[in-house]
């Protein structure tokens, strides 16, 4: 683990989405970094595309969680 350099303005914007999305500030920005980089690998999906694909991999069934 390592220590990553940005800037205070973008900081800023990951902890205020960090209370909107219930995740901690490193959490947030993990979750950034990881779907920019399934995003720039995979650049015909969507994002709505690149979700599905990594709940199906983590095994995770939606239709039983909202009663589908």
């Known amino acids: 683990m ?3 350099k940005i800037s205070d303005h973008l ?3 990951i902890r205020k989405a960090s209370s909107v999305m219930v995740r901690s500030i490193n959490a947030q920005a ?3 970094i990881k779907i920019g ?3 720039e690998a995979n650049p ?25």
């Open 44 to 68: 015909t999906m969507t994002f709505t595309q690149i979700l599905s694909e990594e709940m199906k991999h983590a095994d995770v069934d939606i239709r039983k969680i909202v009663g589908g």
């Open 2 to 4: 390592g220590i990553v």
């Open 11 to 13: 900081h800023e914007e």
């Open 37 to 39: 980089m399934l995003a």
């Open 30 to 32: 993990e979750y950034w």
